[in-house]
């Protein structure tokens, strides 16, 4: 199961060797055999938007990746360019590159940091219910999404779904860091986890061992994202973000996610993915979802 109390290995998703970073098998992907998961790439950008230099401080308000194809298990990098630097604001380009190949390329907002006399109230919008962090003891026993001992992404994850009537949501948390010696950053703990998007609802079913729930979940039609965006009105707060997300599928082979992100304190921005929709095959939903996470 994932949310589980025993404690995680300590090997990093990357290791460092100079410029490159070289995946570790914790940050395989589901999609293609040897390859990246989206979450690690995510993560690897939105690092490399955070660690260019700044005149002053700024945080990152936006980070808008498309991703090309999955990176191999291959040491990559992360060149980084400006491509405009005003007064108050910023805009960055950013790529994941191996051997003459882009996999991915993001753009990114950086806003100069300014101390304004906001409320102290947390900020309200959309649905703006309030999200509550359940301890583990509040979660029902689940067989979960980990059924196998290969490494893979997922296992640096603990994912603790929320339990109420209301709808899917789940609070996630980095287990592991993402570059060896490398604290995270909480936009980078926000951009990992916005991969996740489009799966909340098919991991929420999955975790809490909802069977009934399942069968209706199955399915002819495969999601996958070639895009994510995060927005954030303020850095994350703690080690926990949730997503509150909701799935949609158009009947010409699109379809859209969006979320609402938390922490314990409050609303923190929303993310968003374009979804291609083709035929799949048909399977219970935590075997899907283990497929593509």
């Known amino acids: 199961m994932l949310d589980s109390a025993a404690a995680p290995d300590s090997r990093p998703v990357f290791h460092l060797d100079g410029a490159l970073l ?3 098998g914790l940050a395989t992907g589901p999609w293609y055999a040897d390859s990246q998961h989206g979450s690690a790439m995510l993560g690897l950008l939105a690092r490399a938007v955070e660690q260019f230099p700044a005149p002053g ?8 990746v498309d991703f090309m194809r999955a990176a191999p298990l291959i040491p990559v990098s992360t060149p980084v360019r400006l491509l405009r630097r005003g007064r108050t604001t910023e805009v960055l380009e950013t790529e994941i590159t191996a051997n003459g190949e882009v996999y991915a390329r993001a753009t990114a907002m950086r806003f100069r940091v300014a101390d304004l006399p906001v409320t102290d109230e947390a900020p309200r919008y959309g649905l703006g219910r309030p999200m509550h ?4 003891d509040e979660i029902p026993s689940a067989d979960g999404l980990d059924r196998s001992e290969e490494d893979a992404f997922h296992m640096a994850l ?19 860091s993402l570059v060896a010696g490398e604290a995270l950053t909480p936009t980078v703990r926000a951009a990992i986890v916005a991969d996740w998007t489009y799966a909340v609802p098919i991991v929420h079913q999955a975790l809490l061992g909802n069977e009934a729930q399942e069968e209706r979940s199955l399915s002819p039609i495969s999601p996958i994202n070639p895009d994510t965006s995060v927005n954030l009105h303020r850095p994350m707060e703690g080690e926990w973000v949730c997503l509150d997300a909701h799935v949609y599928y158009g009947d010409l082979g699109a379809g859209t996610a969006v979320a609402q992100l938390f922490d314990e304190r409050g609303p923190i921005g929303h993310s968003s993915q374009s979804l291609l929709i083709r ?6 939903a935590a075997e899907r979802e283990r497929s593509r996470h």
């Open 22 to 24: 070289v995946p570790t």
């Open 57 to 64: 401080p700024v945080q990152v308000t936006r980070l808008t």
């Open 133 to 136: 962090l359940p301890s583990a």
């Open 158 to 176: 603990e994912m603790r779904p929320n339990v109420g009537p209301e709808g899917p949501a789940i609070w996630f948390r980095m287990r592991n």
């Open 279 to 284: 035929e799949g095959e048909r399977m219970p």
